[in-house]
C-alpha cells in the first residue's frame, strides 16, 4: 500500500545537533520561530550516524506537536518501518557535529530525506553560524563552536549560498576538541594531577574542586576517575556520559579564573585552552588569506557554545588571537542557531 505524504507545509525547520543536544526550530512563511523541540546528543563522530539521525527526528517531532498533535498522524512505511515525517516542510536545514565529510553530508542527507520525504539541506553544525556574517554584509567570516565540543569553519557568503572554505576541529573529543569544555575539563585535572606529582599544589582553589566533583581525597586519585565508564549501559552512551561529565568541569574552571581573586591554576587551565582555539581560529584565517579571501579585519567571527558564549572566555581568546597577531572586525554571539537558520530559510525563499 504505498504512504500518502502530506502537501507542502508553509513551515521551515532547522535543527541544531551538537554535541551535547539537539535543537529543532520551526518557523512560520514570515521568518517568525512558532515552535520548538529537543533532543539528545547527535554529533556524528561520537554517537553514530543512526542514532545521530534518530535525535534529529525526535527534536523534529517535539517541535511538531508544539504547534499540534502532528505526530500521532506519522505513518510507518510498510516496506522498512521507517517513520515518516507528518507534514512536508517547505524547506530544511540541519547543522550535524561530526559531520565532516561530502561523504558523511550524503548519508546523512539520504538517511533523512526518507524521513522528511522533500530535498534537504545537511552540513557541519558550525555552517548555521553564518547569519550574523550575510546580515553584516561581509563576503566571509569564520564561525566558532566551543561548547561541549568545538570547530572552526572558514564561511563563504554570496549568491544566497553559505558554503565552507576551510575547518579546523570537530572530530570529536579523543582527537582535541579545542578550547571546548570538555578540554577545560580534561586540562584542568591533567595539571592539577601534575601540580601535585611535582609538588607544587596549592590548597584549595580549583585542585580542591576537582578533588570534591570526583569525591577522591587525593588530587592523584582524580585521573583514574576520569576513565570511569557508567555501568549498566550501552557503550556508547557510557563514553557520550563520560564525556559529559568531565566537561561539566568546566563552570568551575571558568568560575576560578573569572573571579576577583582569580585562581592561578583556574587561569592556566584557562589561557591553555583558549590558545589552542585562537591557534585553529588563526590557522582557519590564514588559510583563507591563502584562498584569496578579504584581509581579517573586514570579516568576524560569529561563535556559539555554552563556553564561548561567556565573556570573560571570549576576551582571552581575543587576547591569544592579538598575540599572534590577528585582529577581527567583529564578534558576535549567536543566541539561538536553530531560530535563526529557520527564519533565514523562511526568510530567503521569500526573497
Known amino acids: 500500500m504505498p504512504i500518502s505524504v502530506p502537501t507542502m507545509s508553509p513551515y521551515f525547520l532547522c535543527v541544531d545537533a551538537g554535541g551535547t543536544k539537539t535543537a529543532a526550530a520551526i518557523a512560520n512563511s514570515s521568518g517568525k520561530v512558532v515552535a520548538r523541540g529537543k ?42 518501518g521507517h517513520l515518516v515525517c507528518p507534514i512536508q516542510f517547505a524547506g530544511v536545514w540541519i547543522g550535524i557535529a561530526g559531520c565532516d565529510s561530502p561523504m558523511d553530508e550524503s548519508k546523512m542527507t539520504a538517511r533523512l530525506e526518507s524521513f522528511f520525504q522533500t530535498p534537504i539541506s545537511v552540513m557541519n553544525d558550525g555552517l548555521l553560524l553564518s ?18 565540543g568545538s570547530v572552526v569553519v572558514g564561511v563563504k557568503v554570496g549568491g544566497g549560498k553559505v558554503t565552507q572554505l576551510v575547518r579546523r576541529g570537530g572530530q570529536g573529543h579523543l582527537l582535541g576538541d579545542h578550547g571546548s569544555a570538555y578540554h577545560l575539563g580534561i586540562t584542568a585535572v591533567k595539571f592539577a594531577a601534575d601540580d601535585f606529582d611535582f609538588g607544587l599544589e596549592v590548597e584549595g582553589g580549583l585542585a580542591a574542586k576537582v578533588r ?21 549501559v550501552d557503550a556508547i552512551t557510557a563514553s557520550n556520559l563520560r564525556k559529559l561529565r568531565i566537561a561539566g568541569l568546566a563552570p568551575a574552571v571558568m ?97
Open 39 to 80: 533532543a539528545n546528543s547527535a554529533n556524528m563522530a561520537e554517537v553514530g550516524m543512526a542514532r545521530a539521525a534518530n535525535e534529529v527526528i525526535n527534536a523534529t517531532f517535539e517541535a511538531l506537536e508544539a504547534i499540534g498533535d502532528l505526530r500521532s498522524h506519522a505513518e510507518l512505511l510498510p516496506s522498512n
Open 131 to 148: 547569519s550574523p556574517i550575510i546580515t553584516r554584509g561581509c563576503k566571509w567570516g569564520i564561525a566558532v563552536v566551543a561548547g561541549t
Open 212 to 232: 570534591k566533583y570526583y569525591g577522591v581525597e587525593s588530587t592523584a586519585d582524580a585521573p583514574s576517575r576520569v576513565h570511569d565508564l557508567e555501568p549498566g
Open 255 to 351: 568560575a576560578g579564573c573569572a573571579s576577583s581573586s582569580p585562581d592561578p591554576l583556574a587561569t592556566r587551565v584557562v589561557h591553555h585552552c583558549a590558545r589552542s582555539l585562537a591557534k585553529d581560529i588563526a590557522a582557519v584565517a590564514k588559510q583563507a588569506m591563502v584562498m584569496g579571501c578579504e584581509p581579517v579585519e573586514r570579516s568576524g567571527l560569529s561563535v556559539t557554545g555554552g563556553v564561548i558564549k561567556q565573556e570573560e572566555y571570549r576576551k582571552v581568546i581575543e587576547e591569544e588571537l592579538a598575540a599572534l597577531g590577528v585582529r577581527f572586525g567583529w564578534m558576535e554571539v549567536v543566541d539561538d542557531a536553530a531560530g535563526m537558520g529557520a527564519a533565514a530559510i523562511a526568510l530567503n525563499a521569500r526573497s
